[in-house]
Nanobody, 116 residues
């Protein structure tokens, strides 16, 4: 069973940057679409961006131009670079399969807090 382990979160000031890391236990190439999700307190989990095996990425409107997803095939690792962070980006961030129905199983996620 493929597992996803998130890391790299922390406290950052508005306008700052962070890079999150998702370690995939299996072969990342075996996943057709992989993405980053986030969930803020009292909010539904939402997909913020996804990376398709062929090499293209897509993002939700609220993060376009600020977030960038990349992949290291040799390390079976997915990254999320977040720039120009805003307080509304505060959430627990997860990586998982994307492109279809919402996954059934989730990792621990990593907390991102944007505050002065």
């Amino acid at each position: 069973q493929v597992q996803f382990v998130e890391s790299g979160g922390g406290l950052v000031q508005p306008g700052g940057s962070l890079t999150l890391v998702c370690a995939v236990s299996g072969r990342i190439l075996s996943i057709g679409v992989i993405g980053w999700y986030r969930q803020a307190p009292g909010k539904q989990r939402e997909l913020v961006g996804s990376f398709i095996n062929g090499g293209s990425a897509s993002y939700t409107d609220s993060v376009k131009g600020r977030f960038t997803i990349s992949r290291d095939i040799a390390k079976n690792t997915l990254y999320l670079r977040m720039d120009s962070l805003k307080p509304e980006d505060t959430a627990v961030y997860y990586c998982n399969r994307a492109g279809g129905r919402l996954p059934d199983y989730w990792g621990q996620g990593t907390q991102v807090t944007v505050s002065s």
